[in-house]
């Protein structure tokens, strides 16, 4: 999908694609994106928000790049601003349905978490989940083109990165604070170190193939 057809893409993300929906009939406009598929460890998060549109928060950017205070700033005033709703899939989940599913699940959930009803989605990506409420359409590279959907990646990282500080806690040894359950080179080591915890993707090939090893070690 080009991202703006009828316009010119702007170099951050703009209401191009929320106004474009109110033309079209709607009222309520909500993004949703999520973030965590890639990792080894850990659930994946979705976000849905609804801005309000008279407390739009500065500097909202795609959350990838912004800084780590950055994202904690603008989750801070997003979360007193907007309309929000969080939703986690865990690793149980992932396994069962498999990760693209389960990603489409909890986008469905984290819509119908919202406590004011939208009638139009825009959600980051390729593939609009079924189920929904409302009409939705999909944003390809949504969170650098929609003020919406970049608001809620933010959300959905800042709520994954404390999930993940947490889990260092509650499971030391494998430095989910640092990584975040991606399969970094240190990630690794301390996995081959350690073996798989219970927060770990069983379905994903590394960890699959670890738990296979040492199921066949134990008979």
Same mark, same amino acid.
């Given at each position: ?48 928000? +609804?801005? *309000? ?6 500097? +909202? ?35 069962? +349905? *498999? +990760? ?25 990506? *390729? ?9 939705? @359409? ?47 080179? @240190? ?17 994903? @090939? ?5 738990? @296979? ?7």
């Amino acid at each position: 999908m080009v991202p703006k057809a009828d316009s010119t893409p702007s170099e951050t993300p703009d209401l191009f694609f929320e106004k474009r929906a109110i033309r079209r009939g709607a009222t309520i406009v909500a993004g949703v994106d999520e973030v965590g598929r890639g990792p080894l460890a850990g659930p994946v998060v979705v976000a849905a928000v +609804i801005l *309000n549109r008279r407390k739009i928060p500065e500097g +909202i950017r795609d959350s990838k790049v912004l800084t780590a205070n950055a994202r904690e700033s603008l989750y801070e005033q997003l979360m007193k601003s907007a309309t929000v709703s969080v939703v986690t899939a865990p690793p149980a989940v992932i396994g069962e +349905i *498999n +990760i693209l599913h389960a990603s489409l699940w909890a986008m469905r959930q984290a819509v119908l978490g919202l406590s004011l009803r939208p009638d139009h989605l825009l959600v980051d990506g *390729n593939v609009v989940p079924t189920g929904l409420p409302c009409k939705a @359409e999909a944003v390809v590279d949504g969170d650098a083109y929609s003020l919406s959907i970049a608001a809620a990646s933010i959300i959905a990282k800042v709520t994954r990165d404390r999930i993940m500080i947490d889990l260092d806690r509650r499971c030391p040894g494998y430095g989910f604070a640092q990584h975040k359950g991606y399969g970094t080179p @240190e990630h690794q080591a301390a996995l081959s170190r350690l073996g798989p915890s219970v927060h770990h993707r069983r379905s994903f @090939e590394p960890i699959r193939i670890l738990y @296979e090893a040492a199921t066949q070690y134990l008979g």
